[in-house]
Antibody
Framework: EVQLVESGGGMEKPGGSLRLSCAAS????????MSWVRQAPGKGLEWVGR??????????DYAAPMKGRFTISRDDSRNTVFLQVNSLKTEDTGAYFC??????????????WGQGILVTVSS | QSVLTQPPSASGTPGQRVIITCSGS????????VYWYQHLPGTAPKLLIY???ERPSGVPDRFSASKSGTSASLAISGLRSEDEADYYC??????????FGGGTKLTVL
């Protein structure tokens, strides 16, 4: 059974930084493309970005509003994907979900999800 | 403003059939697959439909989907109280950027 567990959330001040982690189990992580999706309070799901497997280049893509402040990385030795967010803004507040991308159900699907981790950016 | 457009709400009574629509453009729905997700607030979203109309294992066949041109739809038949949730369509825009619809809140009356 694929399990994704996010950690690293909490309260941060505007202008600060945070790094979220997502520990994966039940899958061959090195083969998995991974993604982050967020949800602001009372809003819908918003795609943040994705990272390819190292076999497929290990490169990243980001949603246009996320470029520059958001960085996704991975450590295959720890079966973990990270999301670094710099220059935090209050509008970064929300739940952040880690997902697999097309691991089992078709290239492009967010097929397995973590429970999400809450981030609050407030002074 | 979401790239994909969904109605903000939908409703039905138990046993009814409900359809949720999703409108996009040639660069997303018109050129790539559509995916549908079910999200109960406070839980992990769940993949409901992939590759336009395929169901992952464990998803009841009460859930079906279709696509035509730059629009897609999700149909839920034999509506049940546990279907009350938020439903999102998604696609890839230009193959590099994931995009979601704004979500449709389904109420079972």
């Amino acid at each position: 059974e694929v399990q994704l567990v996010e950690s690293g959330g909490g309260m941060e001040k505007p202008g600060g930084s945070l790094r979220l982690s997502c520990a994966a189990s039940g899958l061959t992580f090195r083969n998995a493309w991974m993604s982050w999706v967020r949800q602001a309070p009372g809003k819908g799901l918003e795609w943040v970005g994705r990272i390819r497997s190292k076999t497929d280049g290990g490169t990243t893509d980001y949603a246009a509003p996320m470029k520059g402040r958001f960085t996704i990385s991975r450590d295959d030795s720890r079966n973990t994907v990270f999301l670094q967010v710099n220059s935090l803004k209050t509008e970064d507040t929300g739940a952040y979900f880690c997902t697999t991308v097309g691991y089992k159900y078709g290239f492009g699907s967010f097929d397995f999800w973590g429970q999400g981790i809450l981030v609050t950016v407030s002074s | 403003q979401s790239v994909l457009t969904q109605p903000p709400s939908a409703s039905g009574t138990p046993g009814q059939r409900v359809i949720i629509t999703c409108s996009g453009s040639r660069s997303n729905i018109g050129s790539d697959y559509v995916y549908w997700y079910q999200h109960l607030p406070g839980t992990a979203p769940k993949l409901l439909i992939y590759r336009d109309n395929e169901r992952p294992s464990g998803v009841p066949d009460r859930f079906s989907a279709s696509k035509s041109g730059t629009s897609a739809s999700l149909a839920i038949s034999g509506l049940r109280s546990e279907d009350e949730a938020d439903y999102y369509c998604a696609a890839w825009d230009g193959s590099l950027s994931g995009v979601f619809g704004g979500g449709t809140k389904l109420t079972v009356l």
